[in-house]
């Protein structure tokens, strides 16, 4: 199995950024997937979520500025974000949801500047 975020990167507060991971060696189309994040010296928490059917759910701290969306023909399950804030600094990671410890990729780091 492997996981594989991209689009991280410095972006000025307000801007946008898209955040693509992708899937294999997993039956991605029956997963329900997730979109996690570490900030430095705190937990890893879910901001987004999105069932096998494509139901949604957001942190409230992310609702209204961040989207979940997932391809199943590219196995692969995206996080539009937009109105960037600071403290939406972390790095970014995909995984199931709930999340399985084995499934952990690199991330991707998110910085956000004011």
Known sequence: VQLVES????????????????????????LDMGWYR??????RELVA???S????????????????SRD?????????MNSLKPEDTAVYYC????AFRDYWGQGTQVTVSS
């Open 7 to 30: 689009g991280g990167g410095l972006v000025q507060a307000g801007g946008s950024l898209r955040l693509p991971c992708a899937a294999s060696g997993i039956i991605f189309r029956i």
């Open 38 to 43: 570490q900030a430095p010296g705190k937990q």
């Open 49 to 51: 979520a999105i069932s």
């Open 53 to 68: 059917i494509g139901h949604t759910n957001y942190a409230d701290s992310v609702k209204g500025r961040f989207t979940i």
């Open 72 to 80: 199943n023909a590219k196995n692969t399950v995206y996080l539009q």
């Open 95 to 98: 995984n199931t949801d709930p």
